[in-house]
């Protein structure tokens, strides 16, 4: 590793040992920003949209940096920190039963209406068709980083870990909310 990486690697770590919410915080609003960069360019929009990147970084910022921050703090209290098989399956399954239809939802609306700015009926609309969908695909996908994360990440490491995973996620969340509010003549035709 280079030097300018390990510095900036051990400056982080130090950050994140000190000001564990803080960095977070920051790093899932950087991640999310970008993941939202990769999102726009996979999806033909010709000019970067700034207002809606800056719009996915606030959401990493204010919920989900926080928000994993504090749920993984809470699993570990709730199960006394135990890594046994028994005690990772139900950590898992209680977040996929509880946190992660909440997740999903919450960005399907705040993505509908704060980012995309649409009326919350044609959103509420949106969201019954696309949601269940949404969700199942979750339940395929983020169990397996659950338990990745629960397992064998530390946890001053699973925010950063889940973030880094919903990196890939937020781009296909981002291209399903946007397949979502796109008029269908604007969708490309599948041969």
């Known amino acids: 590793m280079g030097s300018v990486a390990k510095k900036g690697l051990q400056k982080y770590l130090?950050?994140?040992?000190?000001?564990?919410?803080?960095?977070?915080?920051?790093?899932?609003?950087?991640?999310?920003?970008?993941?939202?960069?990769?999102?726009?360019?996979l999806s033909g929009?010709?000019?970067?949209?700034l207002r809606r990147i800056l719009l996915k970084m606030l959401f990493g910022f204010a919920y989900l940096g926080p928000f994993g921050h504090y749920m993984y703090m809470l699993l570990d209290k709730i199960f006394k920190g135990k890594r046994d098989s028994k005690t990772v399956a139900k950590k898992v399954v209680l977040e996929q039963l509880?946190?992660?239809?909440?997740?999903?939802?919450?960005?399907?609306?705040?993505?509908?209406?704060?980012?995309?700015?649409?009326?919350?009926?044609?959103?509420?609309?949106?969201?019954?068709?696309?949601?269940?969908?949404?969700?199942?695909?979750?339940?395929?996908?983020?169990?397996?980083?659950g338990w990745i994360n629960h397992q064998y990440m530390p946890l001053q490491f699973r925010v950063i870990f889940s973030s880094l995973v919903a990196f890939c996620w937020g781009i296909f969340l981002n291209l399903r909310a946007r397949a979502m509010t796109l008029p269908k003549t604007a969708l490309p035709k599948s041969n």
């Open 45 to 49: 929009i010709p000019k970067l949209q």
């Open 98 to 145: 509880t946190t992660s239809p909440c997740n999903n939802l919450l960005f399907m609306i705040y993505y509908g209406v704060v980012v995309e700015g649409r009326p919350w009926m044609h959103v509420k609309t949106r969201i019954k068709q696309e949601y269940p969908k949404v969700q199942m695909t979750a339940w395929t996908f983020w169990p397996v980083v």
């Open 14 to 41: 130090l950050q994140l040992q000190h000001h564990p919410l803080r960095t977070k915080a920051i790093t899932a609003a950087v991640l999310s920003g970008i993941s939202d960069t990769v999102s726009q360019k």
